[in-house]
């Protein structure tokens, strides 16, 4: 691959990048590497793996503390981006196309002493700022209009403490995390799709196929660094108060994380799973098989995971396991016999068969929401043929239930953090997703219909991480009985609300 050679490609780049005053072309250009979007979370890597290999490796969560300085800022250390800068739009892309937002300035941001910068400029410019790492966010909370973006995807620096100890920087996706820890055996509980970043999915909790042993992703932090409003980076050792609200209320909400440290878990030696299919449903079927599947991930062990995904008149349950039991099958067989179709893969190789659930590459156009939380199979026994009416009846909609529960529900996760749900076992996710704009109106239109089924019939804890706009009374959605607390916290970092969005918390 010739990515970082030839003179006529970077004499092409340089004339088609216009730069803000303050920083060079030549440095610009070596920030960017001349490659779009798509590249630069490889070219981080690239940069970081020679940069490790011609000087020792930085230890500390905060790694660049002693470039306090302002005067030695340099582009090493952010980029700023206004609207005429031509980078300017590979950088506002977000990865749902629904949502389109333009903030005045987009600070690319590459150390500790770029962020504090950065926050300094949107402060003497009283401007709003919001965060984004990964790029994910479901209602374009990681934007705004006419405000600030730090942007972290540069900042992708993985730090090994010892064996079970990991610092990571936020803009590292799950691919990069898993990439780096596979290696040496090791894994952290964390989601399935490979382009979520690190600092949202920790942030908002964290959940995938190994939360019902090892807890949720933040279950699993044991420490991080901030830099808070005021411009001055805070260690999570010296208020413990900070580290439990950002263990599932941390989503752009007090200040940017700089480094996550986590403990890390051993990777199994094989991974298997189980798909099953069934067509043509009615939606008294329908109603038998959701009953079915409740009662099989209710007796699942800890080690298990199982997903139940309605999309048109299809159902797809998924059921995944770590341990090789002799008998798991036994534990779902009514779902075997009902089955259309049922298949299997077992003992995969864990970083193999990681890859087979990382998802779509964005941008696309979609909306997705939480669906609610619930204890089981009655919370739906009122509404579930209206829900299977109404999915069926706009294609492109899809409902989907996975299982917490397991080892989520400890006391000492509890007590340790801000998330409140950890007593209803599973999770439902409404999506829509569309090729042509013209379809939006149509399925956002249903979408809001099945959201005031699910409110009309008492469901109301929602998944920060799976945020809608449209939430009524989002604060307890969210946070449960801890929103006051969480305030109180916001006040201490961010008394004047630079950091905020439609649904931050508030001072």
């Known amino acids: 691959m010739q990515l970082f050679t030839g003179s006529g490609l970077m004499?092409?780049?340089?004339?088609?990048?216009?730069?803000?005053?303050?920083?060079?072309?030549?440095?610009?250009?070596?920030?960017?590497?001349?490659?779009?979007?798509?590249?630069?979370?490889?070219?981080s890597c690239y940069t970081q793996e020679h940069k490790n290999n011609s000087r020792e490796q930085d230890t500390s969560a905060a790694g660049d503390s002693s470039k306090s300085n302002e005067n030695s800022i340099s582009d090493e250390d952010v980029v700023i981006l206004s609207r005429d800068d031509k980078a300017y739009e590979q950088f506002n892309m977000a990865f749902n196309k629904r949502i389109r937002k333009f903030p005045k300035y987009i600070a690319i941001c590459k150390s500790e002493a770029g962020v504090r910068f950065a926050i300094r400029k949107a402060d003497s410019e009283n401007l709003q700022v919001c965060v984004k790492s990964g790029g994910h966010s479901f209602e374009g909370f990681s934007s705004n209009n006419g405000g600030m973006v730090i942007n972290l995807s540069q900042m992708k620096k993985i730090t090994w403490i010892n064996d079970s100890e990991v610092v990571i920087q936020p803009g590292c996706l799950l691919q990069d995390i898993q990439a780096a820890l596979f290696p040496k055996q090791k894994l952290l509980p964390a989601g399935s799709c490979?382009?979520?970043?690190?600092?949202?999915?920790?942030?908002?909790?964290?959940?995938?196929?190994?939360?019902?042993?090892?807890?949720?992703?933040?279950?699993?932090?044991?420490?991080?660094?901030?830099?808070?409003?005021?411009?001055?980076?805070?260690?999570?050792?010296?208020?413990?108060?900070?580290?439990?609200?950002c263990k599932g209320g941390g989503n752009g909400n007090f200040g940017v994380i700089t480094s996550f440290r986590f403990k890390v878990h051993e990777m199994p030696s094989g991974f298997s799973s189980y798909t099953f299919k069934f067509r043509n449903l009615d939606a008294a079927r329908f109603s038998t098989l959701l009953d079915t599947w409740f009662e099989t991930s209710r007796q699942l062990p800890p080690e298990a995971f199982a997903a139940f995904v309605l999309n048109g008149r299809t159902l797809t349950v998924l059921i995944t396991n770590y341990r090789d039991y002799s008998s798991f099958e036994q534990l779902f067989s009514p779902l075997i016999a009902q089955a259309d179709n049922y298949s299997?893969?077992?003992?995969?190789?864990?970083?193999?068969?990681?890859?087979?659930?990382?998802?779509?590459?964005?941008?696309?156009?979609?909306?997705?929401?939480?669906?609610?939380?619930?204890?089981?199979?009655?919370?739906?026994?009122?509404?579930?043929?209206?829900?299977?009416?109404?999915?069926?009846?706009?294609?492109g909609m899809v409902f989907q239930i996975n299982t917490l529960g397991g080892n989520i529900a400890l006391e000492d996760f509890k007590k340790s953090s801000c998330y409140p749900h950890r007593d209803l076992p599973y999770l439902g996710e409404l999506q829509a997703y569309w090729e042509n704009e013209k379809d939006e109106v149509r399925l956002t239109k249903a979408f809001e219909q099945i959201q005031q089924l699910f409110r009309d019939n008492g469901i109301t804890a929602h998944y920060r991480n799976y945020p809608d706009i449209n939430f009524e009374n989002w604060e307890t959605a969210y946070y449960g009985n801890n929103y006051s607390k969480l305030k109180e916290v916001k006040k201490r970092y961010d008394p004047k609300d630079m950091f905020r969005y439609e649904q931050s918390i508030k001072v």
Not at 355 to 364: E, L, M, S
């Open 11 to 43: 004499k092409k780049i340089s004339n088609n990048i216009q730069m803000s005053k303050l920083y060079t072309k030549r440095e610009f250009l070596k920030l960017l590497g001349g490659l779009s979007l798509g590249f630069i979370p490889f070219i």
């Open 194 to 245: 490979g382009t979520v970043g690190i600092g949202g999915l920790t942030l908002g909790g964290g959940y995938g196929f190994f939360s019902r042993k090892y807890g949720l992703t933040c279950d699993s932090l044991l420490q991080l660094t901030m830099i808070g409003a005021d411009g001055q980076a805070y260690n999570s050792d010296d208020d413990r108060e900070l580290l439990w609200a």
């Open 344 to 395: 299997k893969s077992l003992n995969q190789h864990l970083p193999q068969a990681m890859k087979r659930y990382y998802g779509r590459k964005g941008p696309i156009f979609f909306k997705n929401a939480s669906a609610g939380l619930y204890k089981g199979p009655g919370n739906f026994t009122a509404i579930k043929e209206q829900l299977f009416d109404q999915v069926t009846g706009n294609p």
